[in-house]
């Protein structure tokens, strides 16, 4: 019994970086549950991988002017992000790209820049780091930043939850009784690209949008409102970040692809045995 | 009766080609038009253009003593996500748009009515229900009785009763005779032309440009018909062309 519980919480008593980055797991989840089911809803998954790339060139920038500082690099990420967001969503609207054409052709010229001015300044090891995250790199501001950006994310929503729900459902109608469907989409817009900076200390600049699609997409078996879906994409975000955080501390890999492949397995899982829709659901369903 | 919308020599378009073309005439208040016409004739286009969703090339539309709380707008079923996960009553509590906003909480009134419509519609308990497990007739019954619980002045319907079974559509064209008996104004997008004879008065054809628009007794005959179709045709070759 004791050796079970020294398993799975030994490493977070022993060692104040695992702390950091279980309470950094925290509020990313709490941001990202209901960030990630929007964007799910609004059918904007593979955009927002995309727009999750659009931030390396940004941290890279920041990285080449100070080196490894949480706040430069995030500060760069967001900036250049949101421009990214915000340039590709106009592409579509005067030419004739459509939005995900669009939004991938950005994203391949962000990922090379990036990746270009990591080079130019640190080494391979630095590279790695700013695409795959490291727990070591949640330091006391880079918590403060994430908890910020949650609290933030959590009260915008709480304000525009109702017209991003109607949008996603009838644009048509929301644009008929109200005229502000463009802002509601662009606050939106800046929501993911914060939580996309907030999480990419732990998970990496190619990885953050993990932690918002695949719990949502796990609790799309779960759940049957918005509200439940946030609430159980939440806990299946956090508990991925709990057990990826354990994966990577036992066999040594970077924290953000071990926190992924965790929330992967709970999505996997999810499409096999699933309470709604799943494939077992469907199996009992024929067999009736 | 005075006119509620005005067309003054409208012209919308999409890229570099007109769909709906110099078009002129006014919805007078408490009117009930169906605004018929072939494929491609402009009609939705014409629609979002009076929702003010269009920039117009040409033209204006001209809303008389109307304010965005005073239209309702259903749109095609194909631009609603319907495997989204709301419930019945929730889709039908929308609504309440104009009172309640993008924050304010739903009163306990606002529900009873919201169900009291789901009754009107014919669906009694299915207000826990979600909207992806409805049938498309069930679904645009919900969609009506959103646009009981909003009582607009004007209502926009476009294409309501396509892909519904028949006795649906029927409850549902009671239902908008009601509201025009009431004195709301009903724009409507139909492609049954059995229907139109006989629950609107008014009559819009339009194949891009208007061919005809007054009694439904007077519009919906061969010549008409024939022309629209022939109109329609020559638009788009000319569509083609450019």
Known sequence: ?288 | MPSVIQLENVTYGYDRNSVVWRVSGSFAQGSMTAVVGPNGGGKSTLLKGIMGWLRAWNGRVVWQGLSLADVGYLPQRVEIDRSFPMTVLDAVLLGFWRQCGGWRSMTAAMKARARQALVEVGLPECENRLIGGLSSGQFQRVLFARLMVQDARVLLLDEPFSAIDAGTAEHLLCLARQWHVEGRTIIAVLHDFDQVRRFFPETLLLAREIIGWGATSEILIPPFLSQARVAADVWDQRSKAA
């Open chain 1, 1 to 288: 019994m004791t050796d079970i519980f020294d398993f799975l919480v030994g490493p977070f008593l022993e060692f104040g970086f695992m702390r950091r980055g279980f309470a950094a797991c925290l509020a990313l989840a709490l941001g990202c549950g209901p960030v990630g089911v929007l964007l799910l809803l609004r059918r904007m998954s593979l955009m927002s991988d995309a727009m999750s790339h659009a931030i390396l060139p940004g941290a890279a920038i920041g990285f080449f002017i100070a080196g490894l500082s949480p706040m430069a690099m995030s500060v760069g990420g967001f900036v250049v992000g949101l421009t990214v967001a915000l340039a590709a969503g106009a592409v579509s609207r005067v030419t004739l790209l459509r939005e995900d054409a669009s939004f991938a052709g950005f994203y391949l010229m962000s990922l090379a820049a990036g990746v270009l001015i990591v080079s130019l300044r640190g080494g391979a090891v630095d590279l790695l780091h700013v695409l795959f995250g490291s727990v070591l790199a949640v330091d006391d501001q880079a918590l403060v930043m994430a908890s910020i950006i949650t609290t933030l994310t959590l009260v915008v929503l709480a304000v525009i939850y109702r017209p991003l729900v109607v949008e996603c459902f009838d644009p048509d109608f929301l644009r008929a009784v109200d005229g502000r469907g463009a802002l509601y989409h662009h606050l939106f817009l800046v929501l993911v690209v914060l939580n996309l900076v907030g999480g990419f200390q732990a998970l990496g600049t190619l990885m953050s949008v993990g932690l918002m699609i695949l719990p949502a997409a796990a609790a799309r078996f779960w759940a049957r409102e918005v509200w439940s879906l946030a609430v159980v994409a939440s806990l299946f975000a956090l508990m991925s970040g709990y057990s990826g955080l354990l994966f990577s501390y036992y066999v040594s890999v970077p924290s953000g692809p071990a926190i992924i492949l965790c929330a992967g397995m709970a999505y996997v899982v999810s499409i096999i045995g699933g309470r709604y829709g799943s494939l077992r659901t469907r199996y009992q369903l024929r067999r009736k």
